[in-house]
């Protein structure tokens, strides 16, 4: 891009309000992760950032804290979740944030959040300690707000409702409130909770127990909000059950629903029910570089889930589980049943006079395939817990089988290949060595690429000696 074109993106970007550019920071980062036009997203984050260190570093008037709807919706970022993407108990939708604002400066409370700005606007860079004090007057502010509209009453409060947002909106709007009225209870017990819980066992659970014990956050609005806490800071999520079954003493599910923590049982299911999705579509769109990490996700928490809880087959929850099981086995089976074809259609062994002049194998295709075989491989660590044992057992040794077969014949070949196919049964040999490699490790890789290339030397010394 020339050095125009980039100056004209800068200047558009720097027109765009804070949050816009923040959005748009987080979507390219995330495109980066999933190597998704990355010279596009490496661009466009290279120019963000250097706006937003600029704006950063200018700040006569105060930082960036300036944004009044960033202050107010600090405490929620713990639990927003990207538009698209389900909630459960204890997550608000990130979009339901401008139209909650919107409304606020509208109707809400127009007078104090004018108040607020010109009080903001008037505070020198270094007054962090009064940003705070008056984010935490803002946040009770809206609070009081919230409940008025939602509250009871009659009159014309559904039309006052409509005029925030659509429905989603509205049933994010008394969560926002709720949590927004128990900031100082929530900043708490962020400080009494452990910074990390690789593991959640008997001494854990007590002391998490202990900094949930504070009234306000033991309701049933807010208890959900509260225990997603937890489970930020837990290494394995689903373990958030155990603290269920400790609350009841019985891992019978009647006994764990019938407590208020049994919400946590459905905030696990609904947690291994994204990864699964997730799953499927990185299946879906060939992207295999988290599946080991989601299938282990997925892996463990079906097994805690099985083991640890009394579940009925009929119930709401043992019906759940069966239907997660059941996703992540369709999706995984038909992956799996596909790589076979793929190897085939590579290595086989075609006559001479079926390879057209120049005829090329695709290394684009031979590291998808690759991907796919270590994918399989992948699978058989968890095959059981996900109803995929019989196909991935039979699949891994199929592909065993053939590759090894085919990588033999194909050196052989090396030895009579015709000149005019000889680049083609070289690119045959090196896939099977790629997948090889996957299949039987270094070592067997190393022993066929040495093979491969006593085969054609020799060759050549027999044309010469001839």
Not at 119 to 140: F, I, N, T, W, Y
Not at 203 to 208: G, T
Request: proline share 5%; aromatic share 4%.
């Amino acid at each position: 891009m020339s050095q125009t074109s980039i100056e004209r993106l800068r200047d558009y970007l720097a027109q765009l309000p804070p949050q816009a550019q923040a959005l748009l920071m987080r979507e390219f980062e995330r495109a980066l992760e999933r190597g998704q036009d990355t010279a596009v997203a490496t661009l466009v984050l290279d120019q963000l950032r250097k706006i937003v260190r600029k704006t950063e570093a200018d700040a006569a008037a105060p930082p960036r804290t300036d944004d009044l709807s960033r202050l107010l919706f600090q405490v929620l970022e713990p639990f927003l979740v990207e538009a698209g993407a389900p909630i459960r108990a204890g997550q608000i939708r990130r979009s339901s944030l401008a139209p909650i604002w919107q409304w606020l400066g509208r109707d809400g409370a127009p007078a104090k959040l004018s108040e607020f700005e010109a009080a903001l606007a008037r505070m020198p860079a270094d007054s962090a300690g009064q940003v705070e004090a008056l984010a935490s007057k803002l946040q009770a502010v809206a609070a009081d707000a919230i409940f008025e509209l939602t509250g009871p009453g009659g009159g014309d409060k559904s039309r006052a409702l409509a005029r925030v947002g659509p429905p989603n909106v509205i049933e994010d709007l008394y969560s926002t409130g709720a949590v927004l009225a128990v900031r100082d209870a929530i900043a708490t017990l962020n400080e009494k909770l452990p910074r990390s819980l690789r593991a959640f066992g008997d001494a854990q659970i007590a002391s998490v127990t202990a900094a949930l014990n504070i009234p306000v956050l033991q309701t049933p609005q807010m208890l959900p909000f509260a225990l997603s806490i937890v489970v930020q800071r837990m290494t394995a999520p689903w373990q958030i059950i155990r603290l269920a079954i400790k609350i009841a003493a019985s891992d019978d599910e009647i006994r764990v629903a019938a407590t208020p923590y049994g919400v946590a049982v459905t905030m696990a299911l609904h947690d291994l029910s994204c990864v699964a999705a997730i799953l499927r579509m990185d299946i879906k769109r060939g992207h295999f570089d988290n599946v080991a990490g989601n299938l282990k996700t997925l892996h463990d928490g079906v097994r805690g889930l099985r083991t640890e809880l009394d579940l009925r087959n009929d119930s709401a929850w043992g019906k759940q589980l069966t239907s997660i099981r059941a996703d992540i086995s369709n999706a995984l089976q038909s992956e799996i049943d596909s790589v076979p074809g793929r190897v085939r259609r590579i290595l086989r062994q075609r006559a001479e006079k079926d390879i057209p002049p120049g005829a090329r194998i695709d290394s684009t295709e031979v590291e998808e395939t690759v991907a796919l075989i270590d994918f399989v491989a992948t699978c058989r660590n968890y095959a059981s817990e996900l109803a995929i044992n019989e196909v991935t057992l039979r699949t891994y040794s199929d592909l065993q089988q053939y590759v090894e077969r085919s990588t033999e014949q194909l050196v052989q070949s090396l030895r009579g290949a015709d000149h005019k196919v000889r680049t083609y049964r070289q690119q045959q040999v090196q896939a099977a060595i790629r997948f090889c490699q996957v299949l039987f490790g270094d070592d067997y890789a190393s022993l066929m690429s040495r093979a491969a290339e006593n085969a054609a030397t020799g060759e050549r010394k027999s044309s010469r000696a001839s």
